[in-house]
Nanobody
Framework: QVQLVESGGGLVQAGDSLRLSCAAS????????MGWFRQAPGKEREFVAA????????YYAGSVKGRFTTSRDNTKNTVYLQMNSLKPEDTAVYYC??????????????????WGQGTQVTVSS
């Protein structure tokens, strides 16, 4: 069982940066692949970024590649999403998620068993 709590969201202006954190409870955090998703009002939840636990390989949606970076610190049971050069279209509720290795694919929400409650990111123009 893994419980996830996101933090770090807020209201910023276009071009600013934010760093989201996702703190996990559970002794096996280091063996979970971690993902970030976002959902804007009236839209479906979409993949943003992910990091594989074994190789630390990262994956990014095309819309954020080059601007966002995900990382993890297994000693702190925390995964991060550094967001730079934010745009108004990045406005959404951001969720972190944890998924096991069996059959895992980074972009599918169904591949993640555990989800946080979400944190709001609002980017004004």
């Amino acid at each position: 069982q893994v419980q996830l709590v996101e933090s770090g969201g807020g209201l910023v202006q276009a071009g600013d940066s934010l760093r989201l954190s996702c703190a996990a409870s559970g002794r096996t955090f280091s063996s979970y692949n971690m993902g970030w998703f976002r959902q804007a009002p009236g839209k479906e939840r979409e993949f943003v970024a992910a990091i594989r636990w074994s190789t630390l390989t990262t994956y990014y949606a095309g819309s954020v590649k080059g601007r966002f970076t995900t990382s993890r610190d297994n000693t702190k049971n925390t995964v991060y999403l550094q967001m730079n050069s934010l745009k108004p279209e990045d406005t959404a509720v951001y969720y972190c998620a944890a998924g096991g290795s069996a059959g895992w694919g980074p972009v599918s929400p169904g591949a993640y068993a555990y989800w946080g409650q979400g944190t709001q990111v609002t980017v004004s123009s």
